[in-house]
């Protein structure tokens, strides 16, 4: 099995938007990142390269981040011991809070690509019903802890 995982974001501004600038343009360098860690397999990606432009939902300003590894420990390397991490704490400069949630990761059969219905199926599931074997958190997943570390500091 892999892992998938969906992620998403209201932006503050328009994509355009200076105020999010800093956002934009660490996209590609983000994603290079990604794309070369132990552990990727898949992500979702616009013509531009990124998801951008991707519409999932009504609302315009939510953004998308899907991705696909192998196992959650490589997720985990990913999300907090890369420059991802130095991005991911200036979120509040660029996105809103939502008042649900907007992170699910789910259990995918190796070779699956899941789509933008069944992500959001999950994150639906994962809203409705809490952390469980079809959709959770990383508080789901016992092995890793380095999201406790992040969110604590």
Not at 39 to 48: A, H, I, Y
Not at 70 to 82: K, M, P, R, S, Y
Not at 104 to 121: C, F, N, R, Y
Request: aromatic share 12%.
């Amino acid at each position: 099995m892999h892992l998938a995982q969906l992620n998403i974001a209201r932006l503050k501004y328009p994509i355009e938007d200076p105020r999010v600038a800093d956002f934009v343009d660490n996209l590609d360098r983000i994603n290079a990142v990604a794309e070369r860690s132990e552990g990727f397999v898949w992500r979702l990606r616009d013509e531009d390269g990124d998801a951008t432009s991707v519409r999932a939902f009504d609302d315009p300003a939510i953004i998308v981040n899907m991705s696909v590894w192998t196992d959650a420990g490589a997720l985990e390397h990913f999300v907090w011991n890369t420059v991802h991490k130095q991005v991911y704490r200036r979120r509040a400069e660029w996105f809103e809070l939502l008042g649900k949630q907007h992170f699910v990761m789910w259990w995918v059969d190796e070779g699956h690509l899941p789509t933008l219905q069944e992500a959001g199926e999950r994150l639906d599931h994962l809203e409705a019903n809490g952390d469980s074997d079809h959709a959770f958190g990383w508080a789901h997943l016992p092995h890793v802890k380095l999201w406790q570390q992040a969110r604590c500091a």
